[in-house]
């Protein structure tokens, strides 16, 4: 099986990962952060925040010629118990018919303190 690793300008590059890997028909999906959008402006509140984690998410499935629709398995990581329904509100708009198996964990703290959400996840694409 052969292994590519997903790159593209129009993702977040990072020294020591990458936004994703495709081994055959699937698409992993590195953890996303969504702290600042695409011109850098801060995002608080996790409801900007996980849309914009679901939009590098998308993107990267988009660069193997994946979409939110191929996803199989998604991993949320949220720093806020409280944060849950809000969170599900908006990961609900993008999954609205047949979503993925999710695992949803709260987690005393992501990488960076500003990061309140994470979300990884599998596709399946042949």
Request: hydrophobic content about 40%; charged content about 20%.
């Amino acid at each position: 099986m052969a292994k590519t690793v997903i790159t593209s300008p129009s993702l977040p590059r990072l020294p020591f990962l990458s936004p994703g890997t495709r081994a055959g028909d699937y698409v992993f999906v590195s953890g996303q952060v969504g702290a600042q959008d695409d011109q850098g402006k801060t995002l608080t509140g996790i409801e900007a925040q996980t849309k914009q984690v679901l939009e590098l998410v998308k993107r990267v499935l988009e660069t193997t010629g994946a979409s939110l629709n191929d996803v199989v398995k998604a991993t949320v990581f949220l720093t806020n118990a409280e944060d849950f329904a809000a969170m599900n509100k908006v990961y609900s708009t993008y999954f609205p018919k047949d979503p993925p198996a999710r695992s949803t964990i709260i987690v005393k703290a992501l990488a960076k303190p500003e990061y309140i959400v994470e979300i990884e996840c599998i596709a399946y694409r042949p």
